[in-house]
């Protein structure tokens, strides 16, 4: 009967835990300065074998619970931190990103003015531990927005720096349970693909004022990671959101249908394959056309021998320096 009485929180942070014992004391630092205080934090640590998990437990936080699983993936933790939450306004932040201490009271803010909504998110920095940060690129979104309702999503996610990303996310739980939350077993992209349904089906409050630290070197469309997962879930799963799509967005998914495939051939480049990055750029020219970093990534993958590693690095450095003022 007691528990029956205990409030809830206004909001449920979830945070998956695997090996990052030297970057989650910044972030659990970063969820105690917020000007809110009325959260819980569930931690679900999958299956570290370092010492992040007594980090948490150090901090004695009544606020902040740490679950324990064996390794299960980022998907499997934070559908498990989901299903332990007690609020209806759900979180994320992962181990090795940080928020700026007004991040959860803007994602308040976006809820209680857009009502319609059921997603929230802001802008955010990408850092790198040189100490160089930029704010994330968007395009697309009508002029002078600072603030208010994304109306093409999939229009400003297939030209810009993802708009979503998952350490600068809200998402009511009836939304994320409704989309069956984090796909699992899909090995990258799962994050992208969660917002794509969502995106789909509601109606997303965006501020552009950059609120949370991304602690990456490079873009995420740069980074190398695992090679992409065959076969390809994401992929899959994105063709078959097409039924839902609105007339209006339909051109707009398409382009982030083509995006999502270039970004594969952009990691089979980078290792070598480029048998496998034609055939993604071959499908990304059959969903969304061809486009002029299309045809950047072909003339990487057509080159002969060794000339792509060098050519791939031109063309690298000029994309970034005319198209995100990147100087290297």
Request: glycine fraction near 8%; hydrophobic fraction near 40%.
């Amino acid at each position: 009967m007691e528990t029956d009485l205990i409030k809830s929180p206004v909001l449920s942070v979830v945070m998956p835990l695997y090996n990052k014992e030297k970057e989650v004391g910044r972030a659990l630092r970063s969820v105690q300065a917020q000007t809110v205080i009325d959260w819980e934090m569930i931690v679900v640590n999958d299956g570290s074998t370092d010492g992040g998990p007594e980090i948490v437990q150090r901090l004695d936080d009544g606020r902040i619970i740490l679950l324990h699983q064996l390794n299960a993936g980022v998907s499997a933790a934070r559908n498990r931190g989901i299903q332990e939450s007690r609020a209806d306004l759900i979180v994320f932040l992962d181990a090795d990103d940080e928020w700026a201490s007004d991040f959860l009271e803007t994602i308040l803010r976006l809820r209680e003015k857009y009502l319609a909504c059921d997603v929230f998110a802001t802008g955010y920095f990408f850092c790198s531990e040189n100490g160089a940060h930029r704010d994330n690129v968007l395009r697309g979104l009508p002029e002078r927005f600072r603030e208010g309702i994304l109306t093409d999503y999939f229009g400003v996610a297939a030209r810009s720096d993802p708009p979503l990303w998952s350490s600068a996310v809200a998402v009511t739980k009836r939304a994320i349970d409704a989309v069956g939350g984090f796909p699992a077993g899909v090995t990258a992209g799962e994050d992208l693909l969660t917002w794509a349904r969502l995106a789909v089906r509601y109606k997303i409050a965006y501020a552009t004022k950059p609120s949370a630290f991304f602690w990456a070197p490079e873009r995420l469309s740069d980074r190398p990671g695992r090679l992409p997962q065959q076969p390809d879930i994401v992929g899959i799963e994105l063709k078959k959101l097409t039924t839902e799509i609105q007339p209006d967005q339909y051109d707009s998914f398409l382009l982030y249908r083509g995006l999502w495939h270039r970004m594969r051939a952009n990691i089979f480049i980078r290792a070598g394959q480029k048998n496998k990055a034609r055939l993604e750029l071959n499908t990304s020219r059959k969903i969304s056309g061809c486009n002029v970093r299309l045809m950047a990534l072909a003339a990487v993958a057509y080159i002969p021998g060794n000339g792509n590693k060098y050519l791939y690095s031109l063309l690298r450095k000029l994309y970034r320096k005319y198209i995100y003022g990147i100087q290297e």
